[in-house]
């Protein structure tokens, strides 16, 4: 039998290149089928850490989805706002502990731009409950200082002490700047791996100074208020998009959540971030599960390859199993040799998929990083993607039967006249 893989080996290395581009096909294979679980697996971990410690987030009312995409993603538009005397009720309900008053609808160059006050330093947590740090500077203090989150420096090179201008609107095409009112980076906060990183964070003042001479989303003819005045005007906010609250005691969290529904002087409504995030998954898990069926399909497609392969290459090597018969070996012998030969170009495939996976991480990590705002790195297969590779390794060992039985069932004197 010794005897008999080397032949074996020595058989493989005369198809090398043949065999090279069977590996290299079950290896982008395998990457792209773990590329899309890893990229599955670290998103939905991403969103589950963007908000930490919120027992509720209240806004108008619609559905449960679209109030956590606005309010904690910051992706699309709310349908509607809350009144500022609403938020200012619900600060003050003796159930609460805290309160966030959040306002969205501008940007800066394709980042969304957030209007908060100081409490949102201090209690917005992500993750494990972990605090929002500043990697230089500190929170606004006047009406003019922006707090950028750590991709928004990042991509853009700012620092501590540089001037940016806000867009009326959301996006990056054909935006009304407000150019009369500039803001200063008073703060950088450091990396969290949630939307915080990509968003520009304002004062609920400054969000009034900049909409004062503004009517109906566009300037007012003939009106300009310059910046020193504005401080002469009352920036309490009329309205806000949403609040995020923290509550002093858990156990009352479907109490306030019954009364705020009751609200009858202002429509709202509040969620629990857990319950929407699984909502929001729900809606977000039919596209991952059509990408994991197409990388297996992929897959598949790659083992066809292989099988196919072998098969195509027996002609070839009739002579070659013919003379392994006439020096002794078994029909069974070729069977193991051939099962073999496909099982091992398979398991080699696999690994070198998990090799170039990690590869491509690291090179490409970053990119998608700055692009998508999620971050994957290196590291050995998760338990999830050990399952895939064993079912693939299987579907790859049972693939790998067809050549052998192939070979199994030519004859000895058809592998000594082969036909031409």
Not at 208 to 224: N, S
Not at 353 to 378: D, K, M, R, T
Request: aromatic share 6%; no cysteine.
């Amino acid at each position: 039998m010794k005897m008999l893989i080397k032949l074996a080996a020595r058989s493989a290395w005369n198809r090398r290149f043949t065999l090279g581009l069977i590996l290299l096909a079950i290896a982008l294979s395998t990457t792209l089928l773990l590329g899309i679980e890893r990229i599955r697996h670290d998103v939905r971990e991403s969103f589950s850490q963007s908000v930490s410690g919120t027992d509720l987030v209240v806004g108008a009312r619609t559905s449960s989805v679209q109030l956590m995409l606005y309010a904690i993603f910051h992706i699309g538009g709310a349908t509607n706002n809350i009144g500022w005397e609403s938020a200012q009720k619900l600060a003050h309900n003796p159930a609460v502990a805290w309160t966030i008053p959040l306002s969205l609808g501008d940007s800066h160059r394709g980042f969304p731009v957030l209007a908060t006050n100081g409490d949102y330093f201090t209690h917005f947590h992500y993750g494990d409950k972990q605090a929002l740090r500043f990697s230089a500077g500190q929170p606004f203090h006047d009406v003019f200082q922006t707090v950028l989150g750590a991709d928004v420096a990042q991509q853009l090179h700012y620092k501590i002490g540089d001037h940016i201008t806000l867009s009326h609107g959301s996006g990056s095409a054909n935006l009304t700047e407000h150019a009369d009112k500039p803001f200063v980076v008073s703060g950088i906060l450091a990396s969290t791996g949630t939307p915080v990183d990509r968003t520009v964070h304002i004062g609920l003042d400054a969000m009034e100074a900049i909409h004062l001479d503004w009517e109906g989303g566009a300037p007012i003819k003939g009106l300009m208020i310059p910046s020193e005045m504005v401080k002469k005007f009352d920036l309490t906010p009329k309205t806000v998009t949403a609040v995020l609250v923290g509550l002093k005691n858990r156990a009352s969290v479907f109490a306030l959540q019954r009364a705020i529904a009751d609200d009858k002087d202002d429509p709202q409504m509040a969620v629990l971030p857990g319950v929407a995030l699984d909502e929001l998954w729900q809606v977000v898990g039919v596209g991952e599960k059509a990408l994991l069926a197409v990388s297996a399909m992929v897959v598949v497609v790659g083992l066809a390859g292989l099988v196919s392969s072998i098969l195509a290459s027996l002609g070839e090597r009739r002579r070659e199993l013919a003379i392994l018969r006439s020096v002794g070996a078994h029909p069974i012998d070729i069977f193991f040799l051939l099962a073999l030969e496909g099982f091992v170009v398979m398991l080699v495939g696999v690994l070198m998929g998990i090799v170039l996976l990690n590869l491509a991480i690291l090179v490409l990590g970053p990119l998608l990083a700055s692009e998508f705002g999620f971050a994957l790195h290196p590291a050995l297969p998760t338990v999830g993607e050990l399952l895939l590779l064993l079912w693939t390794i299987i579907g790859g060992l049972i693939a790998s039967l067809l050549p052998g039985l192939r070979a199994y069932r030519l004859s000895l004197s058809d592998g000594l006249t082969p036909r031409v």
